[in-house]
């Protein structure tokens, strides 16, 4: 999708990036969808995707697609890592700075011109690990 400029924020535009910004949970599409629909009842599940790709593109939220898991969105828009629960599929922030070191180093070893880049960790969460104990092998 082009790059939106200059769209003025929408009363539906506000509402999603208000329930975005209300959770840390990197929610998905329908799960904004069902969050905004208690406040604007007669909003369609198309008005809310076309509004997430708009506010992505405009650089409001970020899109998080990364494997093995439904495209979710970030109200934090700058380059940070995420870290996925295996079992649950749960996303949260994790807690590193960005290396721009390794932008560095990919680039001083191919040809490409690195522009940006995503790291996804996964894992098992607490709860996950808490409801399973012994199922997984510790590591680290």
């Known amino acids: 999708m082009p790059k939106e400029r200059n769209l003025r924020m929408t009363r539906q535009r506000q509402s999603i990036l ?16 069902g969050r905004v629909r208690q406040q604007m009842p007669r909003i369609s599940l198309g008005t809310v995707y ?18 093995g898991s439904l495209k979710r969105f970030d109200a934090i828009a700058t380059n940070h890592y995420h870290i996925r629960c295996v079992n649950c599929d749960r996303l949260v922030d994790a807690p590193l700075e960005v290396s721009n070191a390794l932008e560095n180093a990919v680039q001083a070893h191919t040809d490409f011109q690195i522009l940006d880049h995503k ?6 969460c607490p709860e996950c690990r808490r409801a399973k104990p012994g199922a997984y092998p510790d590591s680290v």
Do not use: C, W, Y
């Open 18 to 33: 208000e329930e975005l910004r209300k959770t840390d949970a990197h929610p998905s599409a329908d799960e904004i969808f």
């Open 50 to 67: 076309r509004n997430l790709e708009i506010l992505s593109a405009q650089g409001e939220i970020q899109t998080i697609e990364m494997a």
């Open 119 to 124: 790291v996804e960790f996964e894992g098992l």
